[in-house]
């Protein structure tokens, strides 16, 4: 549908990005760690969180992966009715100012219009776009909001666009040595500033951001080829075995071969682990989320 992304997946954990879209997740089934602005947020089993056009923000489950139901929203669906929608950002993360009532019927809408985006009823589109209307009814009356001015969007857009600028980088140059100064030298900066920029927008060093995307990286090749795992280590850009199986260690609880032997395991199954280096995360069919939604819908509608 036009102007609306919906999907259930189980995830472990999203690199910091961002969307154009207005994106509401709810975490239906785990708990989720939220990072934007420099905060994290814990987000519990059934809480939702609410994230602004151009809103940078990382994502990873708490303990074990979680599933959530995701809408992405287009503000070009809600502007004949809010023409100023790209400019409106909503001050908190999280729907708490709204009342135990609209919280219920948050959840109701939710549930409906994913029932006939999922299933693709008759006229689901026009069905999902006057409900998703409620809900940013619902929002702009019980949440706190402000408009930015043209001037601090554009502002924004600049510092996404040299964020994206950023991401690329490291993307194109994560498999030999890479260097933070070469980027700062690109885009005419000094490498304090960039330095900063980046853990400003992303809570992490730059040298932290080139891990996770090489450890990514190697877990990609480890689900797809049958490189041995020295190879693997060098084709992602570690500089020694020690330090790539030490990463796997702190981050996965088990060694490389180990966890080479777990995921390969999966081959076959249906609703694989997809990974790449931005994210590890679990997406269903239509029939699967179809059964999810049944799933959910008794737990949170029942």
């Known amino acids: 549908m036009e102007g609306l992304r919906l999907f259930f997946n189980t995830l472990e954990y999203r690199t910091p990005h961002f969307h154009k879209d207005f994106e509401l997740v709810w975490a239906v089934n ?35 992966s979680c599933t959530i139901l995701t809408f992405q929203i287009a503000p070009d669906l809600l ?6 929608i790209r400019n409106i950002f909503f001050s908190e993360l999280g729907l708490n100012s709204l009342t135990k009532n609209q919280k219920v019927q948050v959840e109701k809408l939710l549930l409906e219009v994913a029932g006939q985006y999922i299933g693709e009823a008759p006229y689901f589109a026009l069905y999902c776009r006057s409900r998703l ?28 666009a040299r964020l994206q600028r950023l991401f690329r980088f490291v993307d194109q140059n994560y498999m030999k040595k890479i260097r933070l100064n070469d980027f ?3 885009e005419g900066l000094s490498l304090s500033s960039v330095s900063h920029f980046m853990k400003k927008e992303t809570n992490m060093s730059f040298q932290e951001y080139v891990n996770y995307v090489r450890f990514n990286a190697a877990c990609s090749l480890i689900m797809t080829t049958k490189y041995n795992m020295m190879d693997i280590c060098m084709e ?13 260690l702190r981050k996965t609880g088990m060694t490389p071969r ?32 179809l059964k999810l939604l049944e799933k959910y819908s008794l737990r949170y509608a029942g």
């Open 30 to 64: 785990g708990n989720l760690h939220v990072k934007s602005e420099q905060k994290s947020f814990l987000i519990k089993e059934g809480e939702m969180v609410f994230l602004n056009t151009n809103q940078p923000h990382e994502m990873k489950k708490a303990e074990e």
């Open 79 to 84: 502007e004949n009715e809010v023409p100023d």
């Open 133 to 160: 209307q409620e809900l940013v009814y619902l929002m702009l009356t019980g949440i706190s909001h402000h408009t930015i001015t043209d001037e601090k969007q554009n502002e924004s857009k600049l510092k996404n």
């Open 184 to 186: 700062a030298e690109m």
């Open 236 to 248: 992602s850009g570690f500089s020694d075995y020690r330090y790539f199986s030490n990463t796997f």
């Open 258 to 289: 180990e966890y080479s032997e777990k995921v390969r395991s999966l081959v076959g199954d249906e609703t694989k682990m997809h990974h790449n280096i931005y994210s590890k995360e679990r997406f269903y069919t239509a029939e699967q989320s």
